[in-house]
């Protein structure tokens, strides 16, 4: 078992910036691909970002590439998603998951956190 715990969610202007993050506990994190999700009501969660188990490869979606960077510090069993020039449509509670390879579908993934809620005002 792994147990996520995201963190840094709030309320900010557009263009403002976050940093989310997300603590590991458990199995060795860094044996997982770690990724971030997002979601509003009535929509599927959707991809944001994921991040190898060695930090040497990333993804990102379309809708957030340029603006968001993934990373992850092994030692401390924590991922993180620094988020800038945020814009409304941002809005959203977001995931993190724990998965054994690079992929962007929520059926790919082992381990969620509870989420954090994050919120663009405009």
């Known amino acids: 078992q792994v147990q996520l715990v995201e963190s840094g969610g709030g309320l900010v202007q557009a263009g403002g910036s976050l940093r989310l993050s997300c603590a590991g506990s458990?199995?060795?994190?860094?044996?997982?691909?770690m990724g971030w999700f997002r979601q509003t009501p009535g929509k599927e969660r959707e991809f944001v970002a994921v991040i190898s188990w060695s930090g040497g490869s990333t993804l990102y979606a379309d809708s957030v590439k340029g603006r968001f960077t993934i990373s992850r510090e092994n030692a401390k069993n924590t991922v993180y998603l620094q988020m800038n020039s945020l814009k409304p449509e941002d809005t959203a509670v977001y995931y993190c998951?724990?998965?054994?390879?690079?992929?962007?579908?929520?059926?790919?993934?082992?381990?969620w956190g509870r989420g954090t809620q994050v919120t663009v005002s405009s």
């Open positions: 458990g199995r060795p994190f860094s044996r997982y691909a």
């Open positions: 998951a724990a998965g054994t390879l690079i992929r962007i579908t929520t059926t790919e993934y082992d381990y």
